[in-house]
């Protein structure tokens, strides 16, 4: 009996038919034309890149043809590795020891900075001496035409003065919202911060970095928040454990202090104000009498503020963790890393949006310099790699 299948497939692409006797006419049945047609088909090709994606790591065997005294020689390459990464980890550990003393000078600064964002302190004119894009051009338009500055001034002049007269009785404090602006201008927090959570983010203060004299290596990212409407913390915690050592299972894996954990804080919200869950009402139909009822229940609402309520990392570490645990935590990991080392050093120029261009110029260099053909074998990578093998390398001239 015919398969039935052939003739639904013929009669559901029929162009996809008449273009290969089209090519097979064309080229005839020559390999590269054959090639050609397999290359084609979408089934074919997904089955040849699992084969390959499943070839990445498999050692062609030039390791494990060398003599047993090579084999000897690397043995004592890799413990001497193995001593290296312990050095370097020795390096990490005074790195941090280091950080800790100069984040005692940096806190001075970021006080300041609090007590002007809150608009507790006023900076004085001398604190405010630091020219801005605005007067540069202001400069650059007063050489390149004294009259058209004329102009500009009388202009500016005008301008603010309805400014004045708009804002009169108003009283600007600080800087508002000056936290929430720098969280919706880096992408990787804006998708964390929805609608609700605007009018709690215009309550935040300050975010500090403390360093952890406990655990080894780890930080503590503090959010103060004004009293709110809200929840009655004043202080949001979000604690990271580090592990700065090479690991005993797997130590040539070891490039740095990496997180490893972290652990949120209990928000205390108040009645009817927990914007991280959400109530939901879903009707139920009995099979039997046919009637309906209405069901209320409280699921999980997309929050910035389920930040601080982390997927906890199983005791046994990463012997349970599944592909979308591991997936939540590493994104976890490097917003938190990202908070730490960026966006609280340079917070004025998130604000501002500067440090983004710098970001978007660094992205743009990192990009030009990986850009590479698809597929390119990478020998220094390989460690199977054997130059004598390899036909490509021309073979070295000896001088006379």
């Known amino acids: ?61 030039y390791i494990q043809s060398l003599p047993k ?8 390459l890799k413990k001497w590795q193995f001593e290296a990464a312990k050095i370097e980890a020795d390096f990490y550990k005074e790195v941090h020891e280091l950080e800790c003393k100069y984040a005692s000078k940096y806190t001075p600064l970021y006080e ?34 004294p009259a058209e500055d004329m102009k500009n001034k009388a202009n500016v002049e005008e301008k603010e003065k309805e400014d004045k007269d708009k804002k009169e009785g108003e009283d600007v404090k600080g800087i508002p919202h000056f936290w929430l602006t720098v969280f ?20 935040l203060q300050d975010v500090q970095v403390k360093f952890s004299d406990t655990d080894s290596m780890g930080f503590t990212l503090e959010f103060y928040f004004d009293t709110n409407d809200f929840f009655t913390n004043t202080v949001l ?12 299972e797997d130590p040539f894996s070891f490039e740095g202090p990496e ?23 879903k009707k139920q139909k009995h099979k039997g009498r046919g009637t309906t009822r209405t069901v209320t229940k409280t699921v999980q609402n997309d929050s910035f503020f389920n930040f601080f309520n982390p997927p906890q990392v199983p005791d046994d570490e990463e012997g349970d963790m599944d592909e979308d645990l591991e997936a939540l935590l590493a994104a976890d990991f490097e917003i938190g890393h990202f908070i730490r080392e960026r966006i609280v050093p340079r917070a004025v120029l998130y604000f501002t949006g500067e440090a983004l261009e710098q970001d978007d110029d660094f992205d743009e260099e990192g990009e030009e310099e990986g850009e590479g053909e ?14 004598t093998n390899d036909p490509s390398k021309p073979a070295e001239c000896k001088q006379q």
Request: charge should be negative; charged fraction near 35%; hydrophobic fraction near 25%.
């Open 259 to 281: 997180i490893v954990k972290c652990k949120g804080c209990e928000i205390d919200w108040k009645k009817g104000k927990n914007v991280t869950v959400k109530t939901i009402k």
């Open 184 to 203: 919706k201008n880096v992408d990787m927090l804006s998708e964390m911060v929805q609608e609700h959570d605007e009018p709690i983010l215009q309550h």
């Open 112 to 145: 300041k900075r609090k007590t002007v964002i809150t608009g507790n302190v006023e900076p004085t004119d001398e604190e405010c001496d630091w020219p801005s894009d605005d007067e540069k051009e202001d400069e650059q338009l007063s050489v390149k035409n």
């Open 374 to 387: 698809e597929g390119e074998y990478d020998e220094e990578g390989d460690p199977d790699y054997n130059p």
């Open 237 to 248: 915690t979000k604690h990271y454990s580090m592990r700065s050592e090479p690991d005993e």
């Open 69 to 76: 005294s090579v084999k000897r020689r690397i043995k004592a």
């Open 1 to 61: 009996m015919a398969d039935p299948a052939e003739p639904q497939k013929t009669a559901e692409n029929p162009e996809d038919v008449e273009e290969v006797e089209e090519e097979e006419e064309e080229h005839g049945d020559t390999p590269a034309a054959l090639t050609s047609q397999l290359m084609q088909n979408p089934q074919i090709l997904a089955d040849l890149q699992h084969r390959l994606g499943s070839m990445v790591g498999v050692s062609s065997g």
